[in-house]
C-alpha cells in the first residue's frame, strides 16, 4: 500500500477555461467575472492549441486559499464552457492526469509536452 500525498505538496491551482469560435464571448464574460471577484492571474487568450492543451482555452492561476470560491464560482457560473482544474504539485503530468478535475466534456490531453517532475 503506498502512503496518499498530503495536499502540502500543493503549491497553487490553475484552471484551464476552453472555447472556440461560438463559445468564445461566453469565455469573455466569464474572464471578466472572475478578474472581477477573485485574486487570480488570467493568463494570455490561446485561441489555437498550446501545450497539452487540445483547442484553444486561457488559465487562471491561483493560491490554495482561493480555491473553494473560485472552483464553486465556476461550477456555477461555465455556462456550458469545459473546463480542467487542476493543483500544482511540481509534477506537471501527474497534475494534468491524475489529479484533475473537469467541468464538463473531458478532452483529451498531450501529455507528451509536459516535462518531468521537478
Known sequence: MTQPLETSAIHSW????YYDPATRDAAARLREQVAAR???TLGRWHDVPVGP?????YQIAFANA???DLTGFLALNR???TILVHPETGDEVADHRDHAMWMGKVLPLDLS???PRR
Open 38 to 40: 477573485f485574486e487570480a
Open 66 to 68: 482561493v480555491f473553494p
Open 79 to 81: 455556462v456550458g464552457l
Open 53 to 57: 492543451h487540445p483547442q484553444a482555452m
Open 14 to 17: 490553475h484552471a484551464h477555461v
Open 113 to 115: 509536452t509536459l516535462g
